[in-house]
């Protein structure tokens, strides 16, 4: 599909009317204004209507049956797999493992290639602005291996440090670098071609967790030099289920499998059994078939918005809002300036606690998150137990920027405090 | 709706040509289609210029898959290995005849991917599989 040239504006209006569930009422006359699509985006009508019309007119198992609808399913399912190859530039559709989003992706390395690649006092290096979807599975991983897991500070920029990143990577026996290429909570856009280029040179794979980048910004994986990539759906206008683990297709091969089942065996008998191709041989059971066939969708629509016009809009967003947000005395934002983050910003008003912001933003219509974003070591580090999220998409408006600070000094008033 | 059994496919597939095993053999390969089981093993003897002096197959399956075998082992008796390097998935469909689903390319392509492995190696057979992707 043909991408729309960069230079054509934004027409954010247009873009809006495909996503039916923002034009309803929040609450009884307050709209909705959704600034929670770091958790998980809205869905255009193209999705859910590719979604409607899989189980109305050809539901059927895929890669078994011979009978037509099979087969429609089959094809469909697989040409999901070429669009998403195409999307992240993979050599090969064989690259290309479906599965139910990041976390299982992460998973599926840390159990197949960790534990059977790492051995005693290897180290997995990660980051300290990890999502516990990297922190945890590596940990279990070096549990069962006597591996362990350490991880390249942050600066009080919000930034990796990455002198010590260096220095890690010289003293230390690393086997993997895992991190994420956009931070969940500080917007943080990270050097992954550099930090990748770094990892080699020292003999060190990379796993990267592209669930807030996928979204966001085009992801070329050969040029990046990634050896493993993984990402969600349902952050991306895709169904809930939906989601990919990018892998070099050599490690793939070397990789044992990692659930046993149908679809992912060359021949099973009582004895033993051999495994099939890639990508198959790591999609055990029946996929989730409405689901990556939505992702499919998805991604035709992303890509004929163009994904470098996604994200040039939404540098915009951030810049505005960092504007906005920083000019706010009682507010303290999180992360680096503008120009190194995505349009996401986790913030905390003084003396109210995140809970309380986002309860009170909701009564306004407003959607955000609060707590700790999946990421509770980040937040020892920031001095705080939560914060309060806004997150940013292809539909979002600057006027939704002006309606959250708007709506951000009410939560302050509520809280007894004179306005500044 | 085509006919998908049209004469010389149930022939080849229920009469295959060429059934057996070489002992001994200077090629002997194995391969499946896992979705549906279909087996086919492929035993080659060569002659002093490398050519295909004679072959056999082996294993169980649909008739698209068995018809295959058979097809393609007519067009490669007597040929040399450079000229087998040649042959596409094209020259399977045009043997076939027919328009073929995609559940059943897996099938009717089985025979040239255990060829194809065996004599050049599974980085060649995905080569010859990755033609047709747009």
Same mark, same amino acid.
């Given at each position: 599909m043909e991408a729309q040239p960069i230079t054509q504006e934004w027409d954010v209006e247009h873009v809006r009317s495909e996503f039916p569930i923002l034009h309803q009422m929040h609450h009884d006359d307050v709209p909705l204004i959704y600034l929670d699509s770091a958790a998980s985006s809205q869905k255009p009508r193209v999705v859910i209507e590719a979604i409607d019309q899989y189980y109305r007119t050809y539901n059927a198992n895929v890669h078994r049956g011979i009978h037509k609808l099979s087969e429609e399913a089959s094809a469909a399912y697989e040409a999901a797999r070429v669009k998403i190859r195409r999307f992240i530039n993979a050599g090969s559709k064989r690259e290309i493992i479906f599965t139910r989003g990041t976390t299982e992706g992460i998973n599926l390395v840390a159990q197949t290639w960790g534990r059977s690649s790492l051995r005693p006092g290897d180290v997995v290096l990660s980051t300290q602005m990890e999502h516990h979807a990297i922190i945890v599975p590596w940990q279990i991983v070096a549990e069962q291996t006597g591996a362990r897991v350490d991880y390249v500070p942050i600066l009080p920029d919000g930034t990796l440090d990455q002198d010590a990143f260096r220095q890690m990577l010289r003293t230390l026996p690393v086997k993997l670098v895992a991190l994420t290429y956009v931070s969940n909570v500080l917007g943080t856009i990270n050097p992954i071609a550099e930090m990748t280029r770094i990892a080699h040179e020292a003999g060190a794979l990379v796993l990267v967790d592209a669930a807030q980048a996928a979204p966001h910004l085009p992801v070329d994986v050969r040029a990046l030099d990634i050896d493993f990539l993984a990402f969600s759906g349902h952050k991306m206008c895709a169904p809930t289920g939906s989601g990919v683990l990018f892998g070099r297709q050599t490690l793939l091969e070397a990789m044992p499998p990692w659930m046993g089942g149908g679809d992912m065996i060359s021949r099973v008998t009582f004895s033993g059994s051999t495994w099939n191709d890639l990508p198959f041989k790591f999609e055990a059971g029946t996929p989730l078939i409405a689901e990556q066939i939505g992702l499919g969708v998805a991604v035709d629509y992303l890509t004929a918005l163009g994904m470098d016009r996604i994200h040039a809009y939404e540098q915009k967003l951030a810049d505005y809002l960092l504007d906005r947000l920083t000019d706010i005395p009682w507010l303290t934002v999180f992360g680096p300036a503008s120009a190194q983050r995505g349009a996401v910003a986790a913030f905390a008003v003084d003396g109210v606690h995140a809970h309380d912001v986002a309860a009170i933003l909701d009564q306004q219509g407003i959607a955000v998150r609060a707590g700790h974003h999946c990421a509770q070591p980040l937040h020892s580090i920031l001095g705080t137990a939560a914060t309060a999220r806004a997150s940013f998409y292809l539909y979002n408006t600057l006027a939704e920027v002006d309606a959250l600070v708007e709506a951000l000094y009410h939560v302050r008033k509520v809280f007894g405090a004179s306005r500044h | 709706m085509y006919d998908l059994y049209r004469e010389n496919i149930l022939d080849h597939g229920m009469n295959p040509r060429n059934r057996g095993i070489l002992s001994p053999a200077d090629v002997d390969y194995e391969a499946s289609n896992p979705l549906c089981g279909d087996r086919l093993r492929l035993t080659l003897q060569l002659d002093d210029q490398r050519r295909?002096?004679?072959?056999?197959?082996?294993?169980?399956?649909?008739?698209? !898959?068995?018809? /295959?075998? /058979? +097809?393609?082992?007519?067009?490669? &008796?007597?040929? /040399?290995?450079?000229?087998?390097?040649?042959?596409?998935?094209?020259?399977?469909?045009? &043997?076939?005849?027919?328009?073929? !689903? +995609?559940?059943?390319?897996?099938?009717? &392509?089985? !025979?040239?991917?255990?060829?194809?492995?065996?004599?050049?190696? &599974?980085?060649?057979?995905?080569?010859?599989?990755?033609?047709?992707?747009?």
């Open positions: - | 295909i002096r004679a072959l056999a197959w082996d294993g169980e399956g649909c008739a698209i !898959s068995q018809a /295959s075998a /058979s +097809m393609l082992g007519e067009v490669i &008796l007597g040929k /040399s290995l450079d000229e087998v390097r040649q042959i596409d998935k094209q020259l399977i469909f045009e &043997l076939i005849g027919i328009p073929l !689903s +995609m559940n059943r390319v897996k099938c009717a &392509l089985l !025979s040239l991917k255990v060829l194809t492995v065996a004599l050049y190696g &599974l980085g060649a057979w995905q080569q010859i599989e990755d033609e047709a992707e747009a």
